[in-house]
């Protein structure tokens, strides 16, 4: 009998490969002159890249055009894109980038504006029963961005692509460009940060096991 979690696993693996080979074929006809397949890698990522963005940054009326300023990147330096790392990868490196030249500015706070629930992404989004229960999920999560906002820039980039994209520790290291220890031991600040903080607010017991994924 095959077992199911197996079967699951293979079937991620090879939607994944079919995914890379599409996208390592649309590269390769940008390279030969095709700009179609630009708009095509943009219909592909472009929500992708406005996920990755808004969890470096925080909600934002500028998202759009961060995500604008990530395609534009791509398009200048596509041809010398050669595969050596998968090109999602690469895309998320350089949205994080941008991300990152964009707080920089000073054009946009950043964590500080995401203090409701309405703002903040489902996955850390408690269902509260009641209203109290709301009032203080809500309580929770604007204590978490306002404890993300005091995070050092490395360490956040590294927690919120770890607990609100899900990526994989290696996927993370290849996007910063770092090694995998090094995330680790990011994270392993981070975490300590961001709920040493909600524990002195005294919010850690009640929800944060369901606000953090």
Sequence with gaps: MVDPQ????????????????????????????????????????????????????????????????????????????????????????????????????????????????DDAPAAWTPRAANLEATAEARETVRALYEALAEVGEKKRVVFTLYEMEGM???????TVGTSVNTVKSRLFHARREVFG???????LPSHTLQVIK
Excluded: M
């Design 168 to 174: 994989a520790l290696e996927e993370i290291a290849a």
């Design 6 to 117: 197996l079967q699951d696993e293979t079937q991620v693996r090879l939607e994944r490969e079919r995914a890379d080979a599409l996208d390592a074929r649309l590269v390769a006809s940008f390279q030969r002159g095709n700009a179609h397949a630009l708009s095509e890698l943009y219909r592909r990522h472009a929500r992708r890249v406005e996920s990755v963005a808004r969890h470096v940054v925080g909600p934002s009326d500028e998202l759009e055009d961060i995500v604008q300023e990530v395609f534009i990147e791509l398009q200048r330096s596509l041809g010398r894109f050669r595969g050596e790392a998968r090109f999602t990868t690469w895309l998320h490196r350089v949205t994080v980038n941008v991300a990152l030249q964009h707080l920089r500015r000073g054009r946009r706070k950043g964590w500080l504006r995401w203090l409701g629930l």
């Design 197 to 203: 903080e909600l524990d002195r607010r005294g919010l």
